[in-house]
């Protein structure tokens, strides 16, 4: 029970600071657009493909879609959840707060916890509302009920916690929202992109090999959300996926940061 | 019974984040509060009261010492069920209403939502914030959020609670008010530990007192004790002559103030009698006598301004 109120207090949170008001605007435009695209498709584009290419072009028009809307979802669940996640743990911290917190009932262990879980069911939700929504007009308009893309939800969800252990862990650290964003927007958006293509971009440039593998230290340590997006793109276009290798080594990580947090804030004055 | 008991608590803080210079916040602190009694800690600031608190409520961690309260450990969280805490410069989320505050701290000290709403009415109303309920708290004054704060650190019953400076920003009504509060809270056998610099107002409220400086405790015991310990008395009687005068200064050391005032300080009962009689045999009449009562205030500038 107690569980349950701390879990929800962090949605009060993220409603009050009106940040995810803004994520549903944008979400809400999306799917108008796409609303508005399909219509328009529909009476030129893909009436005509329809006919000229058949039930298979509808297929891969519907499929490129999909994958146009991952990506987009990916930028904007990124962006959008970090900065209004990363704050969540320097407010708890804010003096005058945290004491009367850690006076009630409740083990440490608990808060983090109910952090975490709240910030993920938050963006499970929201993913569900986005993607949820495009699905139903794409599947209804073209009568073709693409059950994988709707995975993408649990998928980018999972890359999402990943990072989000980060933050949490960050902000533990350094109670500051700000590092919290900048780190793990940098390591998103910089860091993870560099080490997934690392054959392409350093490898190429250095062929050291005590440097090479410091690199691919690094890539098989830190969390993948890149490569979390690859599996999921070929998830939803049917190729095949390579390995499932960083999934796993995401949610270890996760699960590493997560009992970091939680050993850390067990021991900390406040 | 002793509600908290620490045996030789002692705390530590790092001055600066990885440096080696230590403060001593609480130094060897034993003490015992008794149950049922308001009992205040008193101190200059940075003297180690709030981290004292803090410590019994787990939200610190001692260097060394041992804690019982309720007669166990805290290590076990079980504890915190009976207890109540009103922090010093508490922070409630500010996007909450009164209301909101009282529902979420009530939830987590183990309530019922049931209970939660009935109290809520009920310490609303005690502290006087029944018409700000719905009121968000970002537009609540400081007294305001002092009162809430207030009607949150009772909600759960508590048998013991915990008070940092609970009159801060409240004014003088308000201050009455809550101590009409905690002397009904301890006509109901709540245990109540209060830091503050108040002194006239401990006094007024608190059965027994620790006063603590630099983290050391240097007294302690029963508010009458520790007022009443004068031997001074302040005697107002006719006119007195030169002759009488001449002879309080040399046979009875006394202070003279005026023709109709003076001091006399003796702690032996049998010296006190026979100033009497001398003065009576002079036909000066005795108008009164009042043994002078040290205020806490004295005597706290006193100690500590000699530590200083
Ligand atoms: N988190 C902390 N880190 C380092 N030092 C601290 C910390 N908290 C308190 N101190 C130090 O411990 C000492 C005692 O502080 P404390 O807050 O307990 O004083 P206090 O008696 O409550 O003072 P006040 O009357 O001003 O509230 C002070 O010297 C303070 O600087
Ligand atoms: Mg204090």
Known sequence: ?270 | MNVVTTKNLSKEYSAKSFSKEKILALSNFSFEVQSGEIFGLLGPNGAGKTTLIKILLGITFPTSGDIKIFDKDISNQSYKKKVGYLPESHKFPNYLTGEQVLHFFGKLSGLSSNDVKKKSDEYLKLVDMEKWRKTKIKKYSKGMLQRLGLAQAMLNQPELIFLDEPTDGVDPIGRKEIRDILNNLKQQGTTIFLNSHLLSEVELICDRVAILNKGVLIKSGRVDDITATSDNYIFTTTDLDESVINKLLVSFKCTIKSKNEFYFNSDSVEELNKLIDFIRQNNIMIQGIAREKNTLEDMFINLIGSKN
């Open chain 1, 1 to 270: 029970m107690i569980f349950l109120t701390l879990l929800f207090s962090t949605f009060r949170e993220a409603i009050a600071k009106k940040i995810f008001i803004g994520f549903f605007a944008i979400a809400t435009l999306i799917i108008l657009v796409f609303l508005f695209l399909i219509n328009v498709d529909s009476i030129e584009g893909m009436v005509n493909m329809m006919e000229s290419s058949g039930e298979e072009g509808v297929r891969q028009l519907v499929i490129q879609f999909e994958v146009a809307m991952i990506n987009i979802s990916y930028l904007l669940v990124i962006t959008f959840c970090f900065i209004s996640v990363s704050s969540f743990i320097p407010s708890m911290l804010e003096k005058g707060n945290i004491d009367l917190l850690l006076s009630k009932p409740v083990t440490r262990a608990q808060i983090i916890l109910a952090k975490f879980l709240g910030g993920v069911l938050l963006i499970f939700l929201s993913l569900l509302y986005l993607i949820g929504f495009v699905w139903l007009i794409l599947s209804s308009k073209s009568g073709f009920w693409h059950v994988p893309f709707l995975y993408s939800i649990l998928w980018l969800t999972l890359s999402f916690a990943v990072i989000y252990s980060l933050i949490i862990f960050i902000g533990l650290i350094s109670q500051s929202s700000i590092l919290s964003i900048i780190l793990s927007l940098f390591l998103v958006f910089i860091v993870c992109p560099v080490l997934y293509f690392r054959e392409e971009t350093i490898f190429s440039l250095v062929s050291n090999n005590v440097v090479q593998f410091i690199i691919n230290f690094f890539y098989y340590i830190l969390p993948k959300p890149t490569d979390i997006n690859q599996i999921t793109t070929d998830i939803i276009t049917g190729n095949p996926v390579k390995s499932y290798m960083p999934v796993f080594s995401s949610v270890l990580f996760m699960l590493a940061a997560l009992s970091a947090s939680i050993f850390y804030f067990k021991k900390k004055d406040y």
